[in-house]
């Protein structure tokens, strides 16, 4: 059984900035993609930020050069540097994984961190 437990979020001004922590724990599991998702009633969540298990990054256009996704390999975790934060970047941020656990592609997602921009 792969958890997820999320870190981080929480009230900031305009410009402000905040960290996101997302650590996978259990076992017999490869990690092929984990990364941040942000949704906010009524709409559809979006990707925010993703690394892949070769390296690749991939980011929203609306968080290019603000955003900063980072991971700790031999922890199986991930972050997410969130600077020059804005209004439109309140929403609920869930940490997503894409892992394969006995020759199964598996999805999950982290309980949801509550970021709120506002002055």
């Known amino acids: 059984q792969v958890q997820l437990v999320e870190s981080g979020g929480g009230l900031v001004q305009p410009g402000g900035s905040l960290r996101l922590s997302c650590a996978a724990s259990?076992?017999?599991?490869?990690?092929?993609?984990m990364g941040w998702y942000r949704q906010n009633p009524g709409k559809e969540r979006e990707l925010v930020a993703t690394?892949?298990?070769?390296?690749?990054?991939n980011y929203a256009d609306s968080v290019k050069g603000r955003f900063t996704i980072s991971r700790d390999s031999a922890e199986n975790a991930v972050y997410l540097q969130m600077n020059s934060l804005k209004p439109e970047d309140t929403a609920v941020y869930y940490c997503?994984?894409?892992?394969?656990?006995?020759?199964?592609?598996?999805?999950?997602w982290g309980q949801g961190s509550q970021v709120t921009v506002s002055s």
């Open positions: 259990g076992s017999g599991f490869r990690i092929n993609v």
């Open positions: 997503y994984l894409l892992y394969d656990s006995s020759w199964t592609r598996m999805t999950k």
């Open positions: 690394f892949t298990s070769t390296g690749n990054t």
